[in-house]
RNA sequence: GCCCGAGUGGUGGAACGGUAUACACGGCGGACUCAAAAUCCGCUGCUCGCAAGGGCGUGUGGGUUCGAAUCCCACCUCGGGUACCA
């Protein structure tokens, strides 16, 4: 690249490495971005006066140190939050930017599969390589806040915190979460009554009690439906679970299997959570998504007696204005009550049955050789458990079910209608029971058409409709018994009625149901936060906060045990920790033996706090001191914590749903002072990269490709260019390192922001990284002569036209890095320069006052090159807490403006006026010009528009 | 299927309803050089024209407006989310 001409002090990719290296040293060495707390450890001798500063909490999601190492993807992000805290920083912020890692999580324990290897191993080792490539980035990060969630005093609060949540009950009357102590107080004077089965408190024994308080606490061991994965061993959240049934990670096979497990109580959040939305700064799109995920939705449930049983389904429907057209019902295979209600033999008489047609699941008997409705339901459940979620998504919306020989009784109209089970019932949604309404609900139609039954409609549908379900707004009709007439209301009035009457009657209720189920939470792993839990024979027993932390024991096989057989049951290697799993304590009735409980905490666990140890990452006494917290909350009506978040759109749901839940548990019980953790939200784009096969498909390596008029070559061979996700297996891999060695990591810094909007997804192309090279090589000629390496600026004024440029530069660079608009932050800093650079060439050196802002400018962006030039200007501190420039707004204003001319919204003529030179000004200059009045002759003016200080109009004629 | 979001030069991308294509890459031409690289300067949406100048242009088709990349309607393509949620 650079020969023995080039000259010795010009910016090369040597010269940034020899100066960044150097600076990144010296801001270790000074503490630079040691920031600091108010009070307590963090307050310090550097810095110190800052904490009186307005505070800025900007936070990076924390990444997963994986063994591959970042590439260029990565870091989009983590440059942004890192140019918009150091401009704010230079604006009299006092800026908490950090950066930890999420480091416990399953790759890390795979590998320890397969090698042995500790995962503690592996994962400080990734650790390590993380903190040295993010360290050459040039990150202002306060490094004593870097916590990584697999640090013994980091988990030590994760346990602390699930015992606040295990420790707390949610008080729905005043609508928050409140220790379990205060329950039982309320339950022992008598001002609150159990509400379960009526036995009163006095008259229970303890262990009555123990387990009435239990089944209150937000943190419960709950037999629920999970996702059951064999193929990993472990249990999976829904949010883990992929559309197509599948693990997120590994791509294993799903069951659906009710087993016991932890679960948080994130249900009675729901509301919360939804309506808190409204007042965070996130996108409408990212609000969208959580608000889908809790999926609110108002209706009825109401009660449908079973022919004699004295027992009645209970279903739920978003549309009880359709009731009349209740024909059937369906409950979920697994429902309770079907055991219940299943009769010995079919119902006599029917004309309801073909027994013969041999149609899967038809009237009744025929499922498989069933002859009874219990054999029925059996084979029909096997049939169903049999399947995984892939199986029954790739059978798409084929309608199965058995009738179960039962009927129910229609409220409306007393008309009894069968029941059936059938899977597209899922238990897990409102009641598990639905009553079907094939006239105004698509899957029910097609139910209804599968099993011949009858269909009456209750919305007039409109004229032309072609014959299924009509789901949309219209007349009721059909729908009127002695007491109530709905007909001709629309569907919202209809509703209102129909809930009033079912009220009144006592067979139904206006309730609302949620999507969001309780958060499942535990895993069947080794490399988690172990639960500050212990058993004895009744049931679990929180650990009191002096016995933490609860290590992780020690083992060599780390493996759960892992099966094809979807009815294998989940086997954590925690288990087999014997020594470590059975423990003599005195949890204050003796010492005696307990079992620890041998799941570990999911992976979400930890990233849903990690902000708030940010704060106070060295307490011993607490998660966080209540001061130093409100500090860092509060700037005057702060209603998140952390002021900018950023990070990738996918976790949308899953980790800001848990860390939202988290936070207003902690806010409940007063732990933390704002309702939400997060205020505004920023979704970073991706980075990808081209990636290129050859004939055969196959990848071949990105960086040795060359295109030549237009076609790619790979050798002599001309293969075909694709786009996707850098990685290894598309053989597109580029990584920071490699750009820094190259170019700097200056000019890698400022290409990333440069390559568009931080929020868009743009592809990585290393032939463009050069332009940015070019503007700092640029800078730094305008700034130091590159025989000398001297500064050859002068103090002189710049020319009227520089200096007007420079404010208005100033002024819109300090507008787009406010706003994340760093792309064009940068076109605006390139254009300065190519003026500075015209005038270094006319006049010899760069006025002192462009050079130095331009230097403070670029500074955010390319911190190790301004630091640089910035002491060779003859500044002795770094300019880390230099304000930044300001803009004369005298000098804002412009001498002359163009203005366009145009004729028929055609623009003919471009007018140099001042700039607020009014309309009839505007109008008599435009009729003056030449051209203008070229192409008016012989025309009637039939309008003129003038905006003074935009353009003019002629409409003609 | 449903719900979002996006389609602008050869490429990445600019553009409060008011001069479309800022800035950069690439390309072309030039300076320097024995030469090349690096560096510097100029040109670069398509099209007709010697030129002056004109026509056409922001996925497609309509609409609102004096004026639309921008607002509205329909459609197409791509990306994301979600999926029997009653």
Request: aromatic share 10%.
């Amino acid at each position: 690249m650079t020969n023995d001409d080039t000259p010795q002090h010009r910016y090369s990719a040597t010269l940034a490495r020899d100066l960044e290296s150097r600076w990144q040293d010296r801001w270790e060495t000074e503490r630079t971005f040691w920031t600091p707390n108010p009070r307590g450890a963090l307050l310090g001798d550097v810095n110190a006066e800052r904490a009186g500063l307005p505070k800025l909490f900007v936070l990076d999601m924390f990444p997963y140190p994986s063994g591959a190492g970042l590439h260029v993807g990565h870091p989009l992000g983590f440059i942004g939050t890192d140019v918009y805290a150091r401009f704010q920083r230079m604006n009299g912020r006092n800026v908490l930017h950090a950066m930890g890692f999420d480091a416990f999580g399953l790759p890390a324990e795979q590998y320890a599969v397969q090698t042995g290897q500790h995962p503690r191993v592996t994962t400080e080792q990734n650790i390590t390589t993380y903190k040295a490539q993010l360290r050459a980035l040039g990150l202002g990060h306060d490094p004593r806040r870097g916590v990584s969630t697999t640090d013994v005093a980091y988990y030590r609060w994760t346990q602390w915190i699930f015992l606040q949540i295990f420790n707390a009950w949610y008080d729905r009357s005043n609508d928050r979460a409140r220790h379990v102590d205060e329950l039982v107080a309320e339950l022992d004077v008598g001002t609150r009554l159990p509400d379960d089965d009526g036995v009163p408190w006095a008259e229970r024994d303890a262990m009555a009690r123990r387990s009435y308080i239990d089944s209150k606490r937000l943190a419960y061991v709950g037999e629920a439906p999970v996702n059951w994965c064999p193929g990993l061993g472990t249990v999976l959240a829904n949010e883990e679970v992929t559309a197509d049934g599948r693990s997120e990670r590994g791509n294993f096979a799903v069951y659906k299997r009710p087993l016991k497990q932890w679960m948080l109580r994130i249900t009675e959040y729901a509301d919360r959570l939804l309506a808190d939305l409204d007042d965070l700064d996130w996108t409408d799109s990212i609000k969208l998504m959580q608000r889908n995920w809790i999926g609110r939705s108002e209706g009825a449930e109401v009660d449908f007696e079973v022919v004699g049983h004295d027992a009645a389904i209970a279903v739920f429907t978003t549309r009880p204005d359709t009731l009349f057209g209740a024909t059937y019902m369906v409950l979920a295979p697994e429902h309770p009550l079907v055991d219940a209600i299943v009769p010995n033999d079919w119902p006599d008489g029917s004309d309801l049955v073909d027994v013969d047609t041999g149609r899967l699941g038809n009237w009744r008997g025929v499922f498989g050789a069933a002859r009874t409705p219990p054999e029925a339901v059996r084979a029909y459940r096997a049939f169903a458990a049999a399947k995984s979620e892939v199986e029954r998504a790739a059978e798409g919306r084929e309608k199965t079910g058995v009738f179960t020989g039962a009927f129910a009784v229609n409220p409306t109209n007393g008309r009894q209608i069968p029941v059936f089970i059938a899977d597209y019932v899922l238990m897990g949604y409102g009641t598990g029971a639905i009553m079907a309404v094939p006239g105004q609900d698509d899957r029910d139609w097609e139910f209804a058409e599968a099993f011949d039954l009858p269909i009456v409609r209750t919305v007039q549908a409109p004229d032309g409709w072609d014959g299924t379900a009509f789901t949309g707004d219209g007349p009721a009709i059909n729908s009127a018994n002695d007491e109530i007439d709905l007909n001709g209301l629309g569907v919202a009035d209809a509703k209102r009625t129909i809930i009033g009457w079912l009220e009144a009657r006592g067979v139904g209720t206006g309730t609302i149901t949620y999507k969001l189920r309780d958060w499942l939470f535990s895993r069947q792993r080794y490399w988690g936060e172990p639960f500050p839990i212990v058993y004895d024979e009744h049931g679990p027993l929180a650990l009191p906060d002096a016995l933490l932390p609860v290590e992780l024991p020690e083992m060599t096989d780390f493996e759960p045990a892992t099966s094809d057989d979807p009815d294998a049951l989940p086997a954590p290697p925690l288990a087999r920790a014997e020594q470590w799993a059975t423990v003599d304590l005195d949890l204050g009735d003796g010492l005696r033996t307990y079992r620890r409980e041998v799941n570990t905490m999911p992976q979400w666990a930890g990233s849903c706090w990690y902000y708030l140890r940010y704060l106070d990452p060295t307490n011993e006494d607490a998660m966080v001191d209540r001061a130093t917290e409100q500090y860092w909350t509060n700037d005057g009506n702060d209603f998140g914590t952390v002021d900018l978040y950023v990070g990738g759109v996918e976790h949308a749901v899953l980790h800001l749903l848990y860390a939202r839940f988290w936070h207003k548990v902690l806010y409940d019980l007063g732990h933390v002072s704002a309702p939400e953790p997060f205020q505004r939200l920023f979704n970073q784009g991706y980075i990808q990269a081209y990636a290129y096969t050859d004939e055969r498909g196959v990848y071949v390596e990105a960086s040795e490709v060359a295109e030549r008029d237009g076609e790619y070559f790979f050798g002599d061979q001309r293969v075909s260019r694709e786009y996707g996700k850098i990685g290894k297996s598309l053989k597109n891999v580029v990584t920071p390192d490699e750009m820094c060695a190259e170019y700097g990591a200056d000019t890698f810094r400022m290409y990333e922001m440069f390559m568009g909007p931080l929020d868009a997804s743009r592809p990585w192309n290393t032939r463009d990284v050069v332009g940015v090279h070019r503007f700092l090589q640029r800078l730094w000629r305008n700034c130091i002569d590159e025989n000398t390496g001297e500064a050859r600026v002068a103090d002189l004024a710049p020319s009227a036209a520089l200096e007007r440029l420079l404010h208005k530069t100033i002024d819109a660079v300090r507008h787009d890095y406010a706003s994340l608009g760093f792309n064009t932050a940068i076109a605006r800093l390139f254009e300065l320069n190519n003026a500075l650079t015209r005038e270094v060439e006319a006049t010899g050196s760069a006025p002192r006052s462009v050079a130095e802002a331009s230097v403070l400018m670029l500074a955010p962006l390319a911190p190790h090159v301004a630091e640089e030039l910035w002491h060779r200007l003859g500044h002795d501190a770094s300019l880390a807490y230099e304000p930044f420039p300001v803009a004369d707004p005298a000098l804002l204003v412009a001498d002359t403006v163009e203005i366009p001319v145009q004729v028929n919204g055609k623009v003919r003529a471009k007018l140099a006026v001042a700039p607020d030179a009014d309309a009839a000004a505007l109008e008599a200059a435009a009729l003056a010009d030449a051209r203008i009045a070229e192409h008016l002759a012989g025309k009637q003016i039939v309008k003129t528009v003038v905006v003074p200080g935009r353009m003019v109009n002629f409409v003609v004629r």
